[in-house]
């Protein structure tokens, strides 16, 4: 009941900032009486003269924030206004009963969670536009073709399935939409954060990711999402839950959700986000070389997230930017057979396919960093390592991108700004390159 809690201060700020507006920001107060005696005002307005056995059974936290605001503040509460539900309890063998009843179901309603807030945020809207009118490729020895519902608000799958009417178009709606593709706000979230190289984030939970990822797309403004970018979504779904699977195959103890996350985002790393996400579309499937990858890469994600420096707490430990610098740092070695795009992204124009699309000023890192000379690269990585200089992930990185420049593949954004700090930083210290690079 104290201040310090999310709601609370949202209704303390309310009551010493915007007082007149309480009624319409406040759900008031839920409460019980065994008799109310009414009465006529001298203006001719009815009010309640006394209540016997009076009982707020909702609404402790706005009662006790009125009175802390008033005591303690000193806020001039004049012009707040209070709604009130009362329940006349005229029965008084069952009051007891009653009140407990009444304040078990107004106490337990759903929580409004932070992703409810965005259900009708354009981006939102135009997913589920395409998940109602796209269709999924049939997959191997099966005719049928499918959609993957999007929930964008909660109980839809429930509420469209029940709309159907008959047990055969329910039959019908559920062989069109199999609730094991159904996928929610957080879910999408937790797919595109994983992608993104995220898994910190991925790791602070459902609702935290989600907000996340919310102010990460609030800055690729008017983002309008078109049919590839949802085959590429789709495509990161499967490779998330296939990998779930895969993941509990191997019976590690615990910490699931953090080992898929982590193992998906090094991959996604280790191959500059260059999976044939298309190919996973068209077969729905996860190929078998991706799937031997996951668990190899899993093995080793599993260890580094559960042996924290310093006995750390894992759960704490897997939500911090330290964790994924460790796991960033794990070498993994792609099979030949690994499908991957050699093309490059197109972001011309203002439509990105994907989310992590770069922008202008996001391609300008991209040349800047695919200009230097694989040689320096390695030259950095080489000279970092005997040094002791950079972290172990930078030493990583620079390597990395000598790979990619020396088979003349553009490395992902991310990889470009932060190579581009390590050497800043190398050449800071006295690093001098003996290779001329072309920028």
């Known amino acids: ?153 909660r109980g839809q799958y429930a509420d469209d399935r029940a709309r159907a009417g008959t047990s055969a178009k329910i039959r019908e709606f559920e062989l069109i939409n199999p609730r094991s593709q159904m996928f929610t706000k957080t879910d999408l979230a937790k797919f595109e954060n994983t992608w993104m190289q995220k898994p910190q984030w991925v790791s602070k939970g459902a609702q935290k990711n989600f907000a996340a990822f919310t102010l990460e797309l609030s800055k690729k403004g008017a983002y309008e999402p078109d049919e590839q970018y949802f085959q590429w979504l789709i495509a990161k779904a499967l490779l998330f839950r296939r990998a779930e699977k895969l993941v509990h195959a191997q019976e590690y103890g615990g910490y699931r959700a953090n080992i898929v996350t982590y193992t998906l985002a090094l991959i996604s790393h280790a191959t500059s986000q260059r999976l044939s996400l298309i190919d996973i579309w068209r077969t729905q499937e996860v190929p078998s070389t991706l799937e031997k990858l996951i668990v190899d890469a899993s093995e080793r994600v599993q260890k580094v997230i559960t042996a924290p420096p310093g006995g750390r707490n894992i759960t704490e430990w897997c939500k911090s930017d330290a964790c994924w610098d460790a796991v960033r740092a794990i070498e993994l070695t792609l099979s030949a057979g690994l499908s991957l795009i050699t093309q490059t992204r197109d972001v011309g124009g203002t439509r990105k396919q994907d989310l992590s699309s770069p922008d202008e000023s996001e391609s300008k890192l991209v040349d800047q960093a695919a200009a230097i000379a694989s040689a320096t690269w390695f030259e950095l990585s080489k000279w970092a390592k005997d040094t002791h200089n950079l972290a172990p992930w930078q030493r990583s990185l620079a390597y990395s991108l000598g790979m990619l420049s020396g088979q003349g593949r553009r490395p992902s954004v991310k990889q470009a700004r932060q190579g581009l700090l390590a050497l800043e930083a190398a050449r800071n210290l006295g690093f001098r390159p003996t290779v001329v690079d072309s920028d």
């Open 1 to 153: 009941m104290q201040a310090r809690c999310a709601v609370n201060k949202c209704i303390r700020k309310t009551l010493l900032e915007e007082p007149q507006r309480f009624l319409s920001y406040n759900n008031g107060l839920t409460a019980t009486a065994a008799e109310v005696e009414i009465v006529r005002t001298s203006d001719g307005q009815y009010g309640i003269k006394r209540l016997r056995d009076f009982q707020i059974v909702n609404g402790g936290q706005t009662t006790a924030s009125l009175f802390h605001c008033a005591r303690k503040d000193k806020a001039d509460l004049s012009s707040v206004l209070v709604q009130l539900k009362l329940s006349l309890v005229k029965d008084m063998t069952r009051i007891d009963d009653i009140v407990a009843r009444i304040s078990q179901f107004a106490n337990s309603q759903n929580k409004v969670n932070v992703a409810d807030f965005s259900a009708n945020d354009p981006f939102h809207r135009r997913i589920e536009s395409l998940s109602r009118t796209l269709w999924a490729p049939a997959k191997e020895g099966s005719q049928r073709q499918t959609r993957w519902f999007y929930e964008r608000a």
